[in-house]
């Protein structure tokens, strides 16, 4: 807390003392003034940018929870799945952004779909890690006491995993936020991420970075909630 | 004999590698009756262990056949408990629940079996336990626990692969007295690995002796000492000579060529 403000009131001091221009870095204290008198304007922009990046995220956690589970029960799917999966991670996603605008318009979907396909795989293969990296004696326990192969999976293969699970979430939930904000770069009229084009535009640097802060504290939020979600869900490590 | 409640005949175990074959058990044939607690005593490698998880099903011999109260066994099986060298328990969850996973693995109720599981755990003195969780207690507390769920479902043996390895010596005489007291509550049939001669001489009705890799009963020894056993009973010059037998018996296995050359056979 102190490094920070440290840092804000060194940045406040160099800004003044160097006489830098407001366009190329303005004072923190004019982008706080900013937030606060375009607050109508930043939360009318946080909104779609709010839902669209849940939904991406919640889309990518969900499928690829569910895909990380298939590959780690059947063989066959992961034969299958794993090249083509592999093949896809090489692609740099956010160079298909105006492909998928091409695809699905310039309206939401394109957006929440990018958001989705960036934070995808991380899901899938996280949860699949963790599957698979159950203590293979905790496994044994439960095979000796006639436990069967979906037993196994449900009673000591998924809480296992629960911890990359949630590894697996909080580096999706960041890669979402940047899936929205780059197809907002792309091509978009609403969302902070559109705020943040027009303002280039226009030279506005201080509500720039406004809305940046405020992306900034989206996704500090949602990772804050997966954490709580984590404390919750978590609860049995031994402490280090 | 005739009333075996577990019944090991030619039983090897071979396990292919890069550089031939490895034996990992010889020829061998035992029979335990019920309510006896026998001890697999042998040095480290010598596939005593091997042979417990072959007994609890979840490892098939190479030769030879098993069978428990009659039955050949083919796979893990619902009349047996077993207790690792690790405790093992689910570290998400209480110990009550740990104890009752036997239970609701072969769709048992919990609730019918929940007094059970407390009266075991009062057995061991854990009742004041029940709803922590494994990271809360001890080695020894946790292996305690191990045991009460490896009789949570009534098994007619109870396989234990040296449980008491991992503590320290003090905690370790504590739980032989305890299982010792379990034991005379419930007269469960035991087969118990173990490297310590002491605790094999301590615990048991019969030691069975292993040679090194590939393991085969190189003697039987009865231990006849009368129960119930206190920690006294060491001092005793009857259990100093069976200690003695046993660790000639241990000595004078020679480590064969297989041991030596890492495995292929002449």
């Not at chain 1, 004696?137 to 999976?153: L, N, S, W």
């Not at chain 2, 796979?75 to 239970?103: C, E, H, K, Y």
């Not at chain 2, 001669?197 to 030691?207: N, P």
Request: proline share 6%; charged share 15%; aromatic share 8%.
């Amino acid at each position: 807390m102190l490094t920070v403000l440290l840092v804000l009131g060194a940045w406040e001091g160099a800004v003044s003392a160097l006489g830098i221009r407001p366009i190329i870095l303005p004072r923190p204290s004019q982008i706080l003034w900013d937030v606060v008198a375009r607050r109508g304007l930043l939360l009318q922009h946080l909104w779609p940018t709010l839902w669209q990046c849940l939904a991406g995220f919640l889309l990518a956690a969900g499928g690829g929870m569910a895909l990380g589970m298939l590959i780690t029960l059947s063989a066959s799917a992961r034969r299958a799945i794993y090249p083509h999966m592999v093949a896809f991670q090489m692609i740099p996603k956010v160079a298909v952004a105006p492909l998928f605008i091409l695809w699905w318009g310039v309206g939401g979907t394109s957006r929440v779909m990018l958001a989705f396909f960036i934070s995808f795989f991380p899901m899938v293969v996280n949860t699949a890690a963790g599957l698979a990296g159950a203590d293979p004696d905790m496994v044994r326990m439960a095979r000796a006491f006639t436990a069967t192969r979906g037993q196994i999976f449900r009673k000591v293969q998924l809480p296992s995993a629960l911890p990359f699970i949630f590894s697996g979430l909080k580096i999706s939930s960041t890669l979402a936020v940047i899936g929205i904000v780059v197809a907002e770069f792309v091509s978009a009229q609403e969302g902070l991420g559109y705020l943040m084009i027009f303002s280039q535009g226009l030279m506005d640097t201080t509500t720039m970075l406004a809305a940046i802060l405020v992306l900034s504290l989206l996704g500090l939020v949602l990772y804050g909630a997966i954490c709580l979600l984590e404390r919750l869900c978590v609860y049995w490590q031994e402490p280090a | 004999m005739p009333s075996a409640v577990l019944s090991i005949q030619g039983i090897g175990k071979v396990y292919p590698s890069r550089r031939g074959d490895v034996e990992a058990l010889g020829d061998v044939s035992l029979a335990v009756a019920a309510g006896e607690f026998v001890s697999l005593l042998g040095p480290s490698g010598c596939g005593k262990s091997t042979l417990l998880h072959m007994v609890a099903g979840v490892l098939a011999p190479s030769v030879g056949r098993i069978a428990v109260g009659g039955g050949a066994v083919t796979g893990p099986r619902r009349d047996i408990g077993m207790v690792f060298q690790a405790p093992l328990l689910l570290p998400w969850r209480t110990i009550l629940s740990n104890v009752l996973f036997p239970v609701e693995v072969q769709r048992g109720r919990a609730a019918d079996h929940a007094k059970r599981a407390m009266d075991l755990l009062a057995t061991v003195g854990l009742e004041g336990f029940a709803h922590h969780l494994p990271r809360e207690l001890s080695g020894g507390m946790r292996q305690r626990a191990a045991i009460c769920r490896a009789l949570i479902h009534d098994p007619t043996i109870l396989l234990m692969d040296e449980p008491f390895g991992a503590l320290d010596a003090l905690t370790r005489d504590e739980m032989n007295l305890e299982l010792l007291r379990v034991w005379g509550e419930f007269r469960k049939t035991v087969l118990f690995v173990t490297h310590s001669i002491r605790e094999a001489v301590f615990l048991s009705d019969r030691v069975l002796v292993f040679s090194r890799r590939p393991g085969t009963i190189v003697k039987e020894l009865a231990v006849g000492l009368p129960r119930p056993r206190s920690l006294e009973i060491e001092e005793t010059p009857e259990f100093n000579r069976l200690c003695a037998e046993l660790r000639a018996a241990l000595r004078g296995s020679p480590p064969g060529p297989a041991a030596l050359w890492g495995g292929a056979r002449a």
